[in-house]
């Protein structure tokens, strides 16, 4: 795919790497403010890749997705400006409004998806979904609805994601493991990962990576049927054509 992406879409991907990496080094020397700042910048920069390596009319698939990167940036913004207290269920409310619009993104390629392909696939979806609320249950509180809610949501991206190839399988699977570990950290007092701040954000954008860069290359691949559709009638109509 990267040697059909535009000079701006390579120059946006470039730029989202850097912002990574700086995000990442941040995290890992607890450097707090800009950890905060560059956080804001990353899914501003994928979402501009998405942008620049597509073109108009874009599809459903893409839009949907470009509003699921808008929302996963309101998510990464919103709960710094906000008081403690209010923070976590202002990001979980945003995140879920992302999955939500990355499920109706994925949604039309259900029966490519293991719900329909490979069922038996389903189940470590359903085992990790069950483990995480069985987890978090005993410590959530009121919150216990809103986390069974998100976590079904999730789920439902990340199969569904599926429907789109191995590498948006993949996505969605690295991106229901960033925010489990966001989950456990926040309801289960026993958990202790070292470097949490820094897994969960390599986890966050490497997952959301991966599903831009399948949905541009499943873009990619529409595009070019309707092209290669027409030519063979065009080279008809040109041998019909009276010389």
């Known amino acids: ?5 535009s000079t701006a879409a390579r120059t946006w991907a470039a730029v989202a790497v850097v912002l990574l990496l700086v995000h990442l080094t941040a995290e890992a020397t607890g450097a707090q403010d800009l ?34 990167l808008g929302f996963s940036w309101l998510g990464d913004l919103v709960p710094s400006l906000v008081d403690d207290d209010m923070s976590f269920l ?8 992302a999955q939500v619009a990355y499920v109706v993104a994925f949604a039309p390629f259900v029966r490519s998806s293991v719900v329909h392909r490979r069922r038996l696939l389903l189940l470590p ?16 509180g009121s919150l216990l609805v809103p986390v069974c809610v998100y976590g079904g949501m999730l789920t439902a991206m990340a199969v569904l994601a599926t429907g789109l190839g191995r590498l948006a399988a993949l996505g969605g699977a690295i ?19 070292a470097g949490q701040g820094f897994w969960v954000m390599l986890t966050y954008t490497v997952g959301q990576g991966l599903l ?26 040109d041998e019909r054509a009276p010389s």
Request: aromatic share 8%; net charge positive; with cysteine.
């Open 35 to 68: 950890s905060t700042v560059s956080q804001w910048t990353l899914m501003p920069a994928l979402a501009a890749v998405v942008l620049t390596a597509t073109r108009r009319p874009r599809s459903r698939l893409v839009t949907w997705v470009l509003v699921a």
């Open 212 to 237: 831009a860069a399948a949905v541009l290359r499943r873009d990619a691949v529409e595009r070019r049927a309707p092209e290669q559709q027409a030519a063979p009638a065009d080279v008809a109509q």
């Open 125 to 140: 979806y359903v085992a990790a979904l069950g483990t995480l609320v069985a987890l978090c249950a005993p410590h959530a």
């Open 1 to 5: 795919m990267g040697r059909t992406l």
């Open 90 to 97: 202002v990001m979980v409310g945003f995140f879920l409004l």
């Open 175 to 193: 991106f229901l493991l960033s925010d489990a570990l966001i989950a456990l950290e926040a309801f289960v007092p026993s958990w202790d990962l």
